[in-house]
């Protein structure tokens, strides 16, 4: 049996991660793939209580490295007891965020070491990559502006306007990196355009995996 397709979706605040989840879901399950839908931080019970220790506004100021590891140790439960068993079962796997997002908000934002994020992918993903990651892009300010009309601000979304601008920064770094894996799109445009535009590129890149 072919191993399913890792498929991850990422972007700053705001950037429209859930809405255009739903449309990949969509597309994909039209080919009759069976697809798991999941999210990082997340995705098992005790990877969702880390999630939210690491959401969760609090008095206590959280230490950048324990808020690095909290991430790879919710990564490490996640990936082998959801990811790698769906994909091994050949059903594919849509991750709302990934390693990406560490690379972006704990490299960048929080300025940890590149290094140091990377040998801990190693020693979690022991190389395992998705096949393919959607960045959706986004001014920063209008971003903030989405997201502050929804409900009470978690930890992350109560960062100052420079938090973010170095965390999109940091994913364009990322798809500096690794070229051949992203596919970057401006969700700045009405959501109609940003959504024809994935749809054009996913079922391009469905059809390449499924011929
Ligand atoms: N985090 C981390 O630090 N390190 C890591 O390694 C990982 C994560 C994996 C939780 O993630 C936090 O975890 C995250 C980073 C950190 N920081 N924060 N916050 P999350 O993904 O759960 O949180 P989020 O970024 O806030 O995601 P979200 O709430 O799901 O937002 P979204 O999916 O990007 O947006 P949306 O709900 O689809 O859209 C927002 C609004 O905009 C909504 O009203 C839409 O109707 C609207 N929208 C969407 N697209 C458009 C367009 N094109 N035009 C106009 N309006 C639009």
Redesign the pocket.
């Known amino acids: 049996m072919q191993p399913g397709k890792f498929i991850t979706v990422e972007?700053t605040?705001?950037?429209?991660?859930?809405?255009n989840i739903e449309l990949i879901k969509n597309l994909i399950e039209a080919r009759n793939i069976e697809l798991v839908i999941t999210?990082?931080?997340g995705g098992t019970p005790l990877a969702e209580e880390i999630r939210e220790l690491?959401?969760e506004k609090r008095e206590e100021k959280f230490d950048p490295t324990a808020e690095l590891l909290l991430?790879f140790a919710a990564r490490a439960q996640h990936l082998n007891t959801v990811i790698l068993p769906a994909l091994n079962e050949g059903k594919w796997v849509l991750c709302?965020?990934?390693?990406d997002?560490?690379f972006a908000?704990?490299g960048a934002g929080r300025g940890l070491p590149w290094d140091t994020i990377s040998e801990l992918e190693q020693l979690v993903q022991k190389g395992r990559q998705p096949d393919m990651t959607l960045l959706l892009d986004i001014s920063v300010r209008i971003g903030l502006e989405?997201?502050s009309?929804?409900a009470e601000l978690?930890r992350?979304?109560s960062e100052k306007i420079e938090f973010f601008e170095r965390v999109r920064q940091g994913y364009h770094e990322r798809v500096k990196q690794r070229p051949e894996i992203f596919f970057v799109v401006d969700?700045g445009?009405?959501?109609e355009q940003?959504q024809t535009v994935i749809e054009r590129q996913l079922e391009h890149q469905l059809d390449l995996w499924c011929s």
């Open positions: 972007g605040e705001g950037v429209g991660k859930s809405t999210r990082e931080p690491l959401l991430v709302d965020r990934f390693t997002a560490t908000y704990q989405r997201a009309a929804r978690d992350f979304e969700a445009k009405s959501l940003v």
